[in-house]
């Protein structure tokens, strides 16, 4: 099956405006991750979904983001008001129960934000 | 933090060299990951060593982990101009990864 899809790849947007970026994970891959990534960086960790649910949006950087992921599959990072310093990639990536496989997670391609 | 440290932060090597990249961390593990980075994208994963492990092989990659010294390290064997990327090792504890800022490998053919 195919791996871990999301969209869009680019984005450029203007400061202040709304967007929203979608993961589709692996099927079967109860856990979905959304990482943020700026030029040169590690991942910074933004928000844990298990099944439908969120125990851990510790990463967000502030009320301007949320999440949600509908049906255990598809998940949307919406970012409201967005500014110049939102500009990164933001990474999805699924796996299994980390109870199983020890969590070996499997990365989409990234959406490159750019905020003007 | 729980993250890794990677050091060096870039290497550049010849084409048939082999590539050494060190990761330190500071907490207990469950495991500790190395993933590979082309072009600022989706990372790949390469390797999983778990806490009980102390080295571990996958085709050219080499894993070593030393819970007392809390550090790891990958050896590239037999490098190829494919390898040029950024490594970054993940520490995993429960359902997180915690990754640090990785080491750029620049492959010169």
């Known amino acids: 099956g195919a791996g871990v899809s999301q969209s869009p790849s680019n984005k450029v947007t203007e400061k202040g405006k709304d967007v929203e970026l979608r993961c589709d994970p692996i099927?079967?891959?109860?856990?979905l991750y959304w990482y943020r990534q700026s030029l040169g960086q590690g991942l910074e960790f933004l928000i844990y979904f298990q099944g439908n649910s969120a125990p851990d949006k510790s990463g967000l950087p502030s009320d301007r983001f949320s999440a949600e992921r509908t049906g255990g599959s598809v998940s949307t990072l919406t970012i409201q008001r967005t500014q110049q310093e939102d500009s990164a990639v933001y990474l999805c990536?699924?796996?299994?129960?980390?109870?199983?496989?020890?969590?070996?997670?499997?990365f989409g391609p990234g959406t490159r934000l750019t905020v003007l | 933090s729980q993250q890794g440290e990677e050091d060096p932060q870039a290497l550049s090597i010849q084409e048939g060299e082999n590539a050494t990249m060190n990761c330190s961390y500071k907490?207990?593990?469950?495991?500790l990951q190395w993933y590979r980075q082309n072009s600022g994208r989706g990372l790949v994963h390469l390797i999983l060593?778990?806490?009980?492990?102390r080295e571990k092989h996958s085709g050219r990659l080499r894993v070593t982990l030393d819970t007392s010294k809390k550090s790891s390290s990958l050896l590239i064997t037999a490098s190829r101009a494919a390898d040029t990327a950024s490594y970054f090792c993940?520490?995993?504890?429960?359902?997180?990864?915690?990754f640090g800022a990785g080491t750029t490998v620049t492959v010169r053919a």
């Open positions: 993940a520490i995993s504890n429960d359902y997180k990864l915690s």
């Open positions: 060593i778990r806490s009980n492990e």
């Open positions: 907490t207990s593990i469950n495991n």
């Open positions: 990536a699924s796996s299994f129960s980390h109870l199983i496989t020890g969590n070996e997670q499997f």
């Open positions: 099927s079967g891959h109860t856990a």
